[in-house]
């Protein structure tokens, strides 16, 4: 009798909860419809919401159909979230750059909140995003990013990586993971104030870690998590990231302790030192952002945000090398022409339009992170015409920005064309924003770029690219995750002669 008693209990609760919620989504509709008019949308179906229509795979690909329908901002719900998404370059210009105050925040997402705790830079929030950005910002310039420091260790990479693919004699290989460790250094030297070998077992768990996190945020399984964080129990990838987490913070721990140890503020090695001196001076106020967890998630997201993207980028550089041999042969005559033998440097981008066009592209085309990272607004907000209430979950899809007809003449080609003028200089595009832009925009950016130009070029210098003999159709599929990246056949590096 007891337990029928507390079965018959459950069902009416759980139908008056279904039925608060049907009110609540009624009204919320009504209301904004007649009052505040929040952006259109498809109908939304009670708790799921518009999960049934959306591609969790690649959700970006159902965005941009929808926003043919709905236009450039219009309004989403996955599960009990309500979004507004913004599409084409105009719009989302409009609200990170000439709103940047109002588009300023990140929202609290369950899987990136359990990752940082709300501490670091990324996925911060208020007075500690400032602070941590700031100083992150001064540090990363004060080691170098941006100046021929660091763009001596960047050639210095260039070398060893050369040399590895030299070591193939033209095989085919898979150059995701020599990719990784080679860009991975750039950001590790920073750091730590040194680099690793590539069979370093550090360097190779690191990196191991890192791409296994990338690929299981932007996993089906972890949206859900995000949408429905009471599926908690149910969400395999999500207790495979935070053990992953745990280990990458185990060896920064003891790194910190090392560092620790042979501190000299006079001295800095590198970004460790330099946040543990800070964390020195203001050890006395119970306030200070300046604590471990900081410290953790900082660098945290530096190794995954400073490797990835651009280990991504240049890895569809060189497929795209092998899908248009004519733009391949044209690189190849720039450097001859403007290089030759001579190490690449930084100084000599401004010679190499092509070469240069050629990366732009690359990064547009490649579209490496199409769903950008989210914001939040940070108060009540009138934007074009539609009323954004304080916190409202805003998505700035870069895909359509970077894919805008208005913008680009072949959106949907590869054609380093898009960034050269009639004369063949090269030209900047206001759409071109891989980085995102406003106040979140992303804190490496002159680092990437740097990277970008250098490694390209003296792969290129060096290499004919090529796809793996007897392959007759070289076709590349992008991964699911955070960032695309190519799940690419093994290709070759010859060396060339110059």
């Given amino acids: 009798m007891e337990f029928t008693l507390t079965y018959l209990f459950t069902i009416y609760g759980l139908l008056f909860l279904a039925i608060l919620y049907i009110i609540k989504e009624w009204g919320w509709r009504t209301s904004d419809a007649l009052s505040r008019k929040f952006p259109p949308g498809p109908r939304a179906l009670p708790v799921i919401g518009n999960l049934h229509m959306i591609n969790l795979g690649r959700p970006n690909e159902t965005f941009m159909k929808l926003s043919k329908q709905y236009g450039s901002v219009f309004s989403i719900q996955m599960g009990g979230v309500k979004m507004v998404v913004l599409s084409g370059y105009e719009t989302v210009k409009n609200a990170l750059v000439d709103y940047a105050d109002e588009f300023a925040e990140r929202p609290h997402i369950p899987m990136f909140e359990d990752m940082n705790k709300g501490f670091g830079v990324p996925f911060s929030h208020g007075e500690n995003w400032r602070i941590m950005r700031r100083f992150t910002l001064r540090k990363l310039r004060d080691f170098g990013m941006g100046k021929k420091t660091i763009e001596d260790r960047i050639v210095e990479e260039c070398g060893f990586f050369t040399k590895e693919l030299e070591l193939l004699e033209g095989k085919p290989e898979d150059l995701a993971s020599k990719t990784n460790f080679a860009i991975g250094n750039i950001i590790i030297s920073i750091i730590f104030g040194h680099r690793f070998d590539y069979q370093h077992p550090i360097l190779l768990r690191l990196i191991g870690l890192i791409s296994e996190n990338m690929r299981l945020v932007g996993s089906p399984s972890i949206a859900i998590y995000n949408f429905f964080p009471i599926f908690y129990y149910l969400c395999g990838a999500h207790s495979q990231v935070m053990q992953n987490i745990k280990d990458i913070h185990n060896f920064l721990k003891t790194e910190f302790v090392e560092h620790l140890q042979g501190l000299d503020r006079d001295d800095q090695r590198g970004f460790i030192d330099a946040f543990l001196v800070k964390q020195e001076e203001e050890k006395l106020d119970p306030d200070t952002y300046f604590h471990e967890m900081n410290l953790l998630s900082t660098v945290t997201t530096l190794f995954m945000a400073g490797t990835e993207t651009t280990s991504a980028t240049i890895r569809w550089a060189l ?8 733009i391949q042969k044209k690189v190849h005559e720039e450097i001859n022409r403007v290089i030759g033998s001579v190490q690449p440097r930084i100084d000599h981008r401004k010679d190499m339009p092509y070469t240069n066009a050629v990366i732009h ?21 009138t934007f074009q015409g539609y009323h954004l209430p304080k916190g409202t979950y805003i998505v700035p899809l870069l895909e359509s920005v970077l894919y805008d007809k208005t913008q680009f003449e072949r959106p949907e080609s590869f ?3 898009h960034f050269l003028d009639s004369q063949g200089a090269f030209v900047k595009k206001e759409a071109f924003m891989p980085f995102s832009a406003g106040r979140r925009t992303c804190p490496g950016e002159t680092l990437a770029k740097m990277e970008l130009f250098l490694f390209f070029t003296s792969l290129m210098q060096k290499f004919t690219i090529r796809a793996a003999p007897g392959l007759i159709n070289f076709h590349v599929k992008s991964s699911v995750g955070l960032t695309v990246t190519p799940l690419s056949p093994k290709i070759c590096c010859v060396p060339r002669s110059y």
């Fill in 361 to 381: 592209e690359t990064q547009r085309f490649a579209n490496i992170l199409p769903m950008n990272l989210p914001r939040e607004t940070t108060r009540d907000v």
């Fill in 319 to 326: 497929i795209y090398m092998i899908q248009y041999p004519e």
């Fill in 415 to 417: 054609y380093p064309e």
